[in-house]
């Protein structure tokens, strides 16, 4: 069972920055960032192929430019780097994980059915 554990959410002003941590237990599949707003539907955010060294990536267009998703496979770690922080991202940012070797259409990198793993979540809010 893979077990991820988020940290690095805090308190910014707007146009900070902020660096989340997913470290995961095992070996994975694509792993995705998604973030919360309570009321609002859960957005996938950023994602990674990590099964592979320079995995593909994906970036939701409100986030593009600002948001880079890495990972540190010696230290089972995906990051998320966020800069040029907008109040508007203010959110609980939950990572998830695909079980490794379970793949499916490019395209639904964004479904949240797709994946079998969900961290407890780390909290960014943005003040302006």
């Known amino acids: 069972q893979i077990h991820l554990a988020e940290s690095g959410g805090d308190s910014v002003q707007a146009g900070g920055s902020l660096t989340l941590s997913c470290v995961y237990s095992?070996?994975?599949?694509?792993m995705t960032w998604f973030r919360q707003v309570p009321g609002r539907e859960r957005e996938a955010v950023a994602s990674?192929?990590?099964?592979?060294?320079?995995?593909?990536?994906y970036y939701a267009d409100s986030v593009k430019g600002r948001f880079t998703i890495s990972q540190d496979v010696d230290k089972n770690t995906v990051y998320l780097q966020m800069n040029s922080l907008k109040p508007e991202d203010t959110a609980m940012y939950i990572c998830?994980?695909?079980?490794?070797?379970?793949?499916?259409?490019?395209?639904?990198?964004?479904?949240?059915?797709?994946?079998?793993?969900w961290g407890q979540g780390t909290e960014v809010t943005v003040s302006s």
């Open positions: 095992q070996g994975t599949g694509r």
């Open positions: 998830a994980a695909r079980k490794y070797g379970v793949s499916y259409r490019e395209i639904e990198w964004k479904e949240q059915w797709t994946y079998h793993a």
């Open positions: 990674i192929n990590r099964s592979i060294r320079t995995g593909t990536t």
